[in-house]
């Protein structure tokens, strides 16, 4: 059973950086997507960014491309969110989640949630 541990969340101003971290354990299997979604208030949870096991394919939702960047160090089994030039529409909590061999995209399609890291942004 994989166990996903997220860190790094917080307050910050329109414009800052966050960078929020997520930690996994009990992993057995070698092919696998780990990403971040999201979910505001009154809203569904929803996809932020993407990672492949090797680190070598990357992808977001296009409301965050050029400002978040997600990446992996699989020495630590940690996958990391940095967040630049943060809005207020970013406000939410943000989920690690992991997916064995397939893409993760959909939250419907998730194996493994992390437990959740608030990240407010003021204006």
């Known amino acids: 059973q994989v166990q996903l541990v997220e860190s790094g969340g917080g307050l910050v101003q329109a414009g800052g950086s966050l960078r929020l971290s997520c930690a996994a354990s009990?992993?057995?299997?070698?092919?696998?997507?780990s990403g971040w979604f999201r979910q505001a208030p009154g809203r569904e949870r929803e996809f932020v960014a993407g990672?492949?096991?090797?680190?070598?394919?990357?992808y977001y939702t296009d409301s965050v491309k050029g400002r978040f960047t997600i990446s992996r160090d699989n020495a630590k089994n940690t996958v990391y969110l940095q967040m630049n030039s943060l809005k207020p529409e970013d406000t939410a909590v943000y989920y690690c989640?992991?997916?064995?061999?397939?893409?993760?995209?959909?939250?419907?399609?998730?194996?493994?949630w992390g437990q959740g890291t608030q990240v407010t942004v003021s204006s």
């Open positions: 009990g992993r057995t299997f070698s092919t696998y997507y």
């Open positions: 990672i492949a096991w090797s680190g070598g394919n990357t």
């Open positions: 989640a992991e997916r064995r061999t397939m893409m993760l995209i959909s939250a419907s399609t998730v194996d493994y």
